[in-house]
């Protein structure tokens, strides 16, 4: 799959995208919201992680436009701030699936298995 991991945390976003890739995965790190959404024009991806809170564009923004462009694309979120009225409207926004950090990497791979079993 090609995937993107979109967090603020550059170090967090290369780590995960760094395991997806020995996972055989094509991924893709991304630093904030504006440069995820110029990733996304640029290439095709499969899947999304994405961080909620970042500065200058939250991960809700960047879902609303996401799903604007790619309204079938799955995108997980992966955040450890959520407030419930944000979990609420990335469900509505419909969100795949939430991951909660601190996470394990198997919560990603069930997270990524989960995403594989909705694409058959």
């Not at 976003?13 to 640029?42: C, N, T, W, Y």
């Not at 604007?68 to 509505?92: F, Q």
């Amino acid at each position: 799959m090609r995937i993107m991991i979109v967090d603020d945390e550059i170090i967090v976003a290369k780590m995960l995208a760094e395991s997806l890739s020995r996972q055989g995965h094509q991924a893709i790190a991304a630093a904030s919201g504006p440069e995820a959404l110029s990733v996304l024009r640029q290439n095709a991806l499969d899947a999304v992680f994405l961080d909620i809170v970042m500065p200058r564009m939250n991960g809700i923004e960047v879902l609303r436009r996401i799903r604007k462009t790619h309204p079938a694309l799955p995108v997980v979120i992966v955040t450890g701030n959520a407030s419930p009225e944000d979990l609420k409207e990335v469900r509505r926004l419909g969100v795949t699936d939430v991951v909660e950090k601190p996470f394990g990497l198997n919560n990603l791979t069930q997270a990524l298995a989960g995403l594989a079993a909705k694409s058959a």
